[in-house]
């Protein structure tokens, strides 16, 4: 078998196919390796309340890395040029959408060039009753969002809960969408198995012996 798959390698080289079996799994596990990219998008007047969200965000920093302005942008000669890479390389966009969110131009550009451009997934983040619907509303209407009804008082645990919950949804539902893509792929017959198989066939034909017909003893029929 052994002797089968060199010649099966060989052709595939003067072919000038790469072989699939050594490729594929490398690739399959530097992704594996990678975990999802979070970002927090808040306005700075609302900066207490984002640190809240940021420490639960932190607690649960072995399933994904969080990419927030005050982490990311601290040493950038181009606050601009850093959102965006932030913005490009995320998976998942948390927005803490209060009021001072709505009336901040810099954080309406992040979300037009997010969903607009990139077309990234949000969670919106909600506080108290529902207002009037805006401009931010008609561009994240698709999505699920999380309410909370204070900024000051200590979170209500429910919420939380709530919240992590469709952080956590988020994950899985990136991760399914990937295991889909890898089991097509895997199920798809490669050119290096067909030739192993027409190989093998060959074999057992030639390796098969020839039944011979001896006819000189043969009774002569009348």
């Known amino acids: 078998m052994q002797c089968i798959k060199k010649a099966a390698d060989g052709i595939l080289f003067n072919l000038g196919f790469e072989i699939p079996s050594i490729a594929i799994p490398i690739v399959h596990s530097i992704a594996m390796q990678q975990k999802p990219m979070f970002m927090l998008s808040y306005s700075h007047i609302n900066n207490d309340f984002c640190d809240k969200i940021l420490e639960l965000l932190d607690q649960k920093i072995d399933l994904f890395n969080v990419w927030i302005d005050k982490r990311y942008c601290k040493n950038s000669t181009d606050i601009w040029e850093s959102i965006a890479k932030g913005i490009k390389n995320s998976d998942l966009i948390i927005c803490i959408r209060l009021s001072e969110y709505l009336t901040s131009k810099a954080c309406r550009q992040e979300i037009i060039y997010a969903k607009g451009r990139l077309n990234k997934r949000f969670l919106p983040i909600y506080l108290g009753k529902s207002d009037i619907s805006d401009w931010s509303d008609i561009r994240l209407a698709e999505f699920k969002y999380v309410r909370f009804q204070n900024t000051h008082l200590k979170l209500d645990e429910r919420k ?40 093998v066939i060959r074999s057992q034909t030639i390796s098969q012996p020839i039944e011979t017909v001896n006819n000189k003893n043969k009774p002569v029929l009348q």
Do not use: D, G, M
Not at 160 to 176: A, Y
């Open 160 to 199: 939380v809960e709530e919240f992590l919950s469709r952080v956590v949804e988020s994950i899985s539902s990136e991760h399914s969408t990937q295991n889909n893509i890898t089991i097509k792929h895997h199920h798809t017959p490669s050119i290096f198995h067909e030739i192993c198989k027409t190989e």
